[in-house]
């Protein structure tokens, strides 16, 4: 970029970081370098590389024994060393050993000192869920005790085998429900509780009981219990399908494409015949409206038209009756999965967006676009509430925490930054990617984050230290999606590699609460299981409330 800078434009640059190389590759006048942020943050900040004493007493001798005057100058401007005691450590196995980092060397640091709450919301469902099993096994035991009375009172045979089997039916009734509840919920219920920054929707009682009828059905899973997975293959898209998503309970399956439309699959419905729609009339179906489509294999959408560019992301309300989409048109729109309807456009970034997520309680929504700016949105406001900027390039996805209060984005520039929603300041910094960040996923105690780029690699940070827990490599492209399950023990990661894997987190995180280490090859998390599939590449996974694992991706026969 200096010989750029200078003039020299027809200098060979050799490829060390071929993805920076890429993207700086249009650079071919001075004028270029001021207009682009990330050629001006190459040239203005510091590398920091990290070295053992020994190989840094080596590089000293080097450096005085051959007077390498340019070499030296070139150090003193561009580089920082950070020198670590001990031996040297694999590269591989220290996430952050080559970063770029701020105007100050010390701006990470300073970001990630200030404190996280990083607990679960007060009077949450599951936090009521706990309360309703400690009465219930009050009850249950107040019941024993009377029951062991009446047996002594009654000296019939029938009437002891009938309080015996009433007993075993109770037994068996509570082994099946709050017995495993219990196991999981507890896991989560050790997370501190920490207050709601903004103000968050009254939950209506009936979805209320939807999910605590949820949760007393959730499967337990573990290292040794692992999901069985649901995988919804869309065929024949020819490259026309961008993204794709899942509801929380599996039932409803989105899709966003390149010709603007977003299509809506009841899986309830699948394998039906076609039934017109009564909406559609005799003047045929009008925009937002439910339109049929009878093809090869006789399946039913919705269609959603509305956008005037590709859909590059979709995403379901917790409860399933509102959908989000964004576009390259730069706006996001809300829909009704119940009216079938276009309900608002928000508009408020210059560029394409390129994701956007619901909160965990409905009602506000975050979005990441080309701008280098993520945004917090409500519902009933059609101006943003928040900007988050500091991204030095596309902010390409976002994440709610599971307490409302923090937002999560990864971007192009290779870092993932964690934003107070209050504040609209950035708290964390986590830098260790070698590639752009394409997915994460919070753990369901809020604790811990995962991340996954464009290399195959991910990655799960604590969020109270800011530092890498540990580096999962597996993947052989792009991680499109993670998702961790229910109780936080299993997180499941799907790739562009035409594979769903599943890691132990649970096992992982305990040893290194209980053994204070560095991020070493043998503390990577243990992968459980590979599930490949044929040829499709995994674009969203979603482990639903009861735990089972629903997956979605898309199989192009008109493509090699």
Known sequence: MDLVAEGHMQEDHEVMHSRDLQKLEGVLSPSHLEEMELARSFRKNKFKIKLCEYSYELLLQ???????????????????FEVSPGQPSLISDDADVVALIGTSKDLAKQINQKEVHWGLLEDSVEERM??????????????????????????????????????AKKDKLVGATGKSVRTETSMVSVAPRVKPELTLPATPVEVEQS???????????????????????????????????????????????????????????????????????????????????????????????????????????????????????????????????????????????WDVQFSPVGHYFASASHDRTARIWSMDKIQPLRIMAGHLSDVDCVQWHVNCNYIATGSSDKTVRLWDVQTGECIRMFIGHRSMVLSLAMSPDGRYMASGDEDGTIMIWDLSTGRCVSPLLG?????????????????????????????????STKTLKTEDTKGSSANRLRLLKALPTKSTPVYSLRFSRRNLLFASGALSLSSS
């Open 475 to 507: 993947h052989s492209s792009c991680v499109w999606t993670l998702a961790f399950s229910c109780e936080g023990a299993l997180l499941a990661s799907g790739s562009a590699d035409c594979t769903v894997k599943l890691w132990d987190v649970a096992s």
């Open 130 to 167: 706990e309360k309703a099993l400690a009465e219930s096994d009050k009850i249950e035991a107040e019941s024993k005790d009377a029951d062991a009375e009446d047996n002594k009172k009654r000296n019939a045979e029938g009437g002891k085998q009938g309080a015996s089997l009433k007993k």
């Open 211 to 353: 999910i605590l009828e949820d949760l007393r059905n959730r499967a337990q899973l573990n290292s040794v219990a692992l999901p069985s997975v649901s995988f919804y293959t869309f065929l024949n898209t020819h490259n026309g399908l961008n993204c794709s998503s899942i509801s929380h309970d599996g039932s409803l399956v989105v899709g966003g494409f390149s010709d603007s439309s977003v299509k809506v699959w009841d899986m309830s419905k699948m394998g039906q015949p076609a039934k017109i729609s009564r909406s559609q009339g005799e003047n045929g179906p009008s925009q937002g409206e439910r339109i049929s489509t009878l093809d090869e294999g006789k399946r039913t959408y919705t269609l959603f038209q509305g956008h005037s560019g590709p859909v590059y992301s979709a995403a379901f309300s917790p409860f399933g009756d509102f959908l989000l989409s964004s576009s390259s048109d730069s706006t996001i729109r809300l829909w009704s999965t119940k009216l079938n309807a276009n309900l608002v456009c928000y508009k408020g970034h210059n560029y394409p967006v």
């Open 62 to 80: 080097y450096l005085q024994k051959t007077q390498a005057l340019v070499v030296l100058g070139v150090i003193n401007e561009h580089i920082t």
